[in-house]
């Protein structure tokens, strides 16, 4: 993690309850504490997912920054059991994709992407809602195939 700017507690607040909303998500924590309130980490329960994975849980960290008038935002996926990780970024790293670009890794299939994303919505809980809605419905169940 790492994004430029300064956070927002009432961003955060929003967050964290669209992550515990979710029936994915065992819990959702500050990281690094609820004091300095980085990132949120929300570990997923293995069997919760499809295909189910474990036994290590995966987790989807969120972080989103204010700056200069901008907005920078991470909603990353990670599954130590597989290694596949993927995310929305709206950040700097790639501007060739435009603002908010699609990153995904599957190591043990040899595969990565980038591309360009798009959200129907901008409030930070409706882009948050969006996204793991596509991640738990729609791209986590096309691994086993």
């Not at 504490?33 to 474990?54: C, E, M, Q, W």
Request: aromatic fraction near 10%.
């Amino acid at each position: 993690m790492g994004l430029p700017g300064v956070t927002d507690s009432s961003t955060y607040d929003g967050l964290k309850d669209v992550l515990q909303r979710q029936p994915e998500v065992t819990s959702v924590n500050y990281e690094p504490n609820s004091i300095s309130k980085r990132f949120l980490r929300a570990p997923i329960a293995p069997n919760r997912v499809s295909p189910s994975t474990g036994p290590e849980p995966p987790a989807l960290d969120v972080e989103w920054r204010y700056a200069d008038g901008d907005t920078y935002y991470r909603i990353h996926y990670f599954d130590p059991n597989t290694g596949f990780n993927c995310g929305w970024h709206r950040d700097e790293d790639h501007p060739e994709l435009g603002p908010v670009h699609f990153q995904s890794e599957h190591p043990e299939m040899g595969k990565s992407d980038h591309k360009s994303a798009h959200f129907s919505k901008s409030a930070p809980t409706e882009v948050l809602w969006e996204a793991v809605e596509q991640l738990f419905e729609e791209m986590l169940p096309t691994l086993s195939g």
